[in-house]
């Protein structure tokens, strides 16, 4: 592994094994020199085994299984904390082979074996906690350099000498005790986080096996649901423009309203300033490749909510620019004069790198609020939310010629206050703007055959647009 991470990311990876490996069982310890600057060390126990047949979990063919997870404590070679970040990984991977009928180049259905594979996994990040000794430490003053003088002078120079560095003396007394009561109460903070965090582990690991599968079960059943989100609506526009603005104008405050609540309740039990991405693929029953996706962005150092609402309405109202310059996927925009104050239809005509046609008719819906008390805090509030377009009789998708891209999100963009340490190591209060967003993407191609590599390719790609707005929207907010 430490190879193909060395290889494939840039950062040299270095192993640290020893030779206590079993057969099926190994320990892996790397060191990471990260290309960003922190050291970073893993320790993890990887079990595997592999079976021909298998009828319990194979369905009679062969299956393979690995899992992983972290080493808590090892007194034989400890974790560094002052010098490594931590990453702890939890993994179980599994790779078996399930019959599905699929079409083949000339439209006839055939039975074909796929080798699926299935990995959640966990990872965790423990942040590098280092102090400069010599930004710590205080210089004194130097005595300065003795000349010949009456005894009188001399002493009166000495009692000022002295009463200056017990000034001094004091004054450094009183910054490392403020330092150390800032330090103390940091720690008690991240105790108290830890001990909660143990705390709900204990419980999990207390519950019984029983339960722990139900719960894992319910995630499950639950997965088949989110092919559709509370606050997406359809759309249909005629061939009249007039008709077209007053159906999209009709649309907004009932889309704007379902799509806050809709983040307030997913963000609800969350730490509104701790950066958090989850991230789920899927083809959906009709075939449709999807991806949810759910993130929350501080941008750290930046208090304006302004900036950060500029910056991604700079984004979406140039985004076939962004795109093509970032991916390289030539993307033209089409749009008509058919939107209003606050709403803009996108259509995009995306050539894509691999050969594929791709195609967008989004209405976004966009407004900004100096001062809101519901959703705010009293303070400033950005929005962004946007839904497809069902069925366009003046512009009528291409489904013969084009992959359909169709994106249901919303995006908020509000001030919170935080709490950090200072250089004088203060606790003080400070305000971060945030990003949250929320997004649901389907590939539509039931009427392209698409070559299995090309397909794969589009499946790990479905979200890379995403990834361009936020890469984008960092340039703009601290260049």
Request: overall charge negative; hydrophobic content about 35%; glycine content about 6%.
């Amino acid at each position: 592994m430490e190879i193909r991470v060395t290889e494939s990311l840039g950062d040299i990876t270095i192993r640290e094994d020893d030779g206590s490996s079993e057969p099926g069982i190994s320990q892996c310890r790397f060191v990471s020199y990260l290309t960003n600057g922190p050291l970073l060390e893993m320790n993890g126990i990887i079990c595997s085994e592999f079976r021909e047949v298998d009828d319990e979990y194979g369905g009679g063919g062969a299956v393979g299984i690995f899992t992983e997870d972290f080493v808590d404590q090892d007194d034989l070679y400890p974790y560094v904390p002052e010098e490594r970040v931590r990453q702890d990984a939890t993994v179980v991977t599994q790779v078996r082979a399930h019959t599905t009928t699929v079409k083949n180049s000339e439209g006839v259905e055939e039975e074909r074996s796929i080798v699926h594979g299935a990995s959640p996994s966990d990872v965790e990040d423990h942040d590098v906690a280092m102090t400069d000794p010599e930004a710590a430490s205080d210089k004194r003053p130097t005595k300065p350099r003795r000349v010949k003088k009456p005894t009188y002078q001399v002493r009166k120079e000495e009692k000022e000498f002295l009463l200056q560095e017990l000034d001094v003396l004091q004054a450094a007394q009183l910054k490392q005790l403020k330092q150390q009561a800032a330090a103390d109460a940091a720690k008690a903070e991240r105790e108290r986080s830890s001990v909660q965090k143990e705390l709900s582990r204990e419980f999990l690991a207390g519950a019984s096996h029983h339960h722990q599968l139900s719960l894992v079960n319910i995630q499950s059943a639950l997965s088949g649901y989110v092919q559709h989100v509370p606050f997406e609506m359809w759309i249909y526009l005629g061939t009249d423009v007039e008709e077209r603005r007053q159906t999209l104008a009709a649309l907004k405050a009932r889309k704007l309203r379902a799509a806050q609540l809709y983040i307030v309740e997913r963000t609800r039990f969350l730490d509104p300033v701790s950066p958090f991405a989850e991230h789920s693929r899927f083809v959906a029953h009709n075939g449709d490749y999807c991806a949810l996706r759910f993130d929350i962005t501080p941008y750290e150092g930046i208090s304006s909510v302004r900036k950060v609402y500029d910056a991604l309405y700079h984004y979406f109202s140039h985004m076939e620019i962004w795109v093509t310059d970032i991916l390289g996927d030539v993307t033209i925009r089409e749009d008509d004069d058919s939107a209003g104050k606050g709403i803009s239809q996108n259509r995009l005509v995306s050539s894509l790198t691999n050969g594929v046609d791709m195609e967008m008719n989004n209405v976004m819906y966009s407004e900004f609020r100096e001062h809101d008390d519901e959703f705010g805090n009293g303070e400033a509030f950005g929005l962004f939310t946007t839904d497809f377009v069902d069925k366009d009789e003046l512009f009528p998708y291409s489904p013969s010629e084009r992959v359909r891209y169709d994106v249901t999100a919303v995006l908020t963009v509000k001030a919170h206050q935080h709490k950090k340490l200072n250089a004088a190591g203060k606790l003080e209060h400070e305000q971060v703007v945030v990003l949250t967003r929320s997004c649901l993407i389907k590939l539509r191609h039931e009427e392209i055959p698409l070559p299995f590599e090309t397909a794969h390719e589009l499946r790990e790609s479905v979200g890379k647009w995403g990834d361009v707005m936020l890469q984008t929207v960092r340039q703009l907010v601290y260049r």
